[in-house]
């Protein structure tokens, strides 16, 4: 089945305590990319990647890191967290051969709360 | 910076009725058009796309695109209760990179 997996899917964690959320495609896609989403807020992009080892910034790329090792896997790196990291995170991938196929296939979602 | 508007509403429709969200876009360079739904705690998931100018129906959906305008819609036919969901419209030109709205609570009431 094809998927965007992300793990973990809640996590209530304390500031300051590094984590890691994971997200996986099994859909040979290129493109990969995370949002958070806010109440009013809608979805705004943190980073993207257009394929292995090339990683860019998004709208609010701030107190976040990435990487692009493996073309299947995204992490999304929380150094220090603070409070106002608190969201809904989604990652989401697609393929780009062209700009006609853009359908975006998110994950599940991961449920952060910073203490 | 690339914008796309859309009226966060709630929208409130009856059963039955056709719901008419709404979407405008800065970007003229704008390329692809996307409608996405959301139910409340879950993610996005792609509904219609759209690249010319005109209509494309898909069942009870239709997206309408006026690329002189700057403006795209999604039209729900025969609302459905099930159809209550926030709608997010996706405009992408050509660096690729999806820009979203920030979407229309839709509810359809029995």
């Known amino acids: 089945e094809a998927q965007v997996t992300q793990n973990p899917r809640y996590l209530i964690t304390v500031t300051g305590k590094k984590l890691t959320v994971t997200c996986s495609q099994n859909m040979n896609h290129e493109y990969m990319s995370w949002y958070r989403q806010d109440p009013g807020l809608g979805l705004r992009q943190i980073y993207y990647s257009m394929n292995v080892e090339v990683t860019d910034k998004g709208d609010v790329p701030e107190g976040y890191k990435v990487s692009r090792k493996e073309k299947r896997n995204f992490p999304l790196i929380l150094e220090s967290p603070s409070p106002n990291q608190t969201s809904l995170y989604f990652c989401?991938?697609?393929?780009?051969?062209?700009?006609?196929?853009?359908?975006?296939?998110f994950g599940e979602g991961s449920r952060l709360t910073v203490l | 910076q690339k914008e796309v508007e859309q009226n966060s509403g709630p929208l409130s429709v009856p059963e039955g009725a056709i719901a008419s969200l709404n979407c405008t876009y800065s970007d003229r360079g704008s390329q692809s058009f996307f409608w996405y739904r959301q139910y409340s705690g879950k993610s996005p998931e792609l509904i219609m796309f759209?690249?010319?100018?005109g209509d494309k129906e898909d069942g009870r959906f239709t997206a309408q695109l006026n690329k002189a305008s700057q403006y795209v819609s999604l039209l729900i036919r025969d609302s459905q209760p099930s159809d209550s969901a926030t709608y997010l419209c996706?405009?992408?030109?050509?660096?690729?990179?999806?820009?979203f709205g920030r979407g229309t609570s839709l509810i359809v009431h029995p």
């Open positions: 759209i690249y010319s100018n």
């Open positions: 996706a405009v992408t030109g050509g660096s690729y990179i999806p820009t």
């Open positions: 989401a991938s697609s393929i780009t051969t062209s700009f006609n196929t853009g359908e975006l296939f």
